[in-house]
């Protein structure tokens, strides 16, 4: 198992009322599995997503996240998750602009210490794969929607992860290139057996997914 949530709330206050956002959610997530997370705007499922990677902290209930309970580990420890186990891939590519995409997506790496010489031929075998060798030494303002967000998706990659969370990785590009993005999702869940938990409005996207959960008013299935 990968995760483990159980009965999470996450509520927040406004103007002296209070708003349950996500309302008693527990779901777990295993090796291999490719699990979307389908709901309107404002039904809580990013919330949920920020939760589940510990971006987020619930009111009440517990996360379990490669065996360890997120209410119990330090943020060092889990900013040591986020450089070695899992990744987070947003909406919007959050490419580091004047970093060119070579060194976007080598960042995490060398944040990590890693050797850029040790790591160099299997990061290009990641851009290689995800069709982006011409856009390696360009900045991010130079490249298409489509070519910011398969960066994105080589970033994420690089640290060889067992998980990677997805916030509307589709939500900024048009119909052809997000069928290009979920097509490129689907392909490493099923041959990179990475697990993958996304967010998104889309039931088409969804539908590639092999579990989908659907989050209405903060519960699942309403």
Do not use: W
Not at 48 to 66: C, I, M
Not at 130 to 151: N, Y
């Amino acid at each position: 198992m990968v995760i483990s949530a159980k009965d999470l709330v996450k509520s927040f206050e406004r103007g002296g009322t209070t708003y349950e956002v996500v309302r008693g959610i527990s779901l777990d997530v295993f090796e291999g599995d490719f699990l979307a997370i389908v709901g309107e705007s404002g039904s809580g499922k990013s919330t949920l997503l920020y939760l589940l990677s510990g971006t987020d902290k619930p009111n009440a209930g517990e996360v379990v996240l490669f065996g360890e309970r997120l209410s119990e580990i330090s943020d060092d420890e889990l900013a040591r998750f986020r450089r070695q186990k899992f990744s987070f891939v947003y909406q919007y590519d959050n490419l580091v602009s004047n970093l060119t995409a070579y060194e976007n997506i080598m960042l995490p790496l060398l944040l990590d210490k890693k050797s850029q010489k040790d790591e160099e031929r299997r990061v290009r075998g990641i851009i290689d794969y995800l069709g982006i060798a011409h856009c390696a030494d360009k900045f991010p303002k130079e490249l298409s929607g489509g070519e910011q967000q398969r960066v994105a998706l080589a970033r994420a990659l690089a640290i060889e992860p067992s998980l990677i969370f997805l916030d509307e990785p589709t939500g900024s590009l048009d119909t052809v290139m997000g069928k290009q993005v979920m097509e490129l999702l689907l392909d490493i869940n099923k041959t990179r057996k990475v697990a993958l938990v996304m967010v998104t409005h889309s039931k088409a996207h969804a539908a590639y997914a092999s579990k989908v959960v659907e989050i209405v008013d903060g519960k699942i299935g309403g």
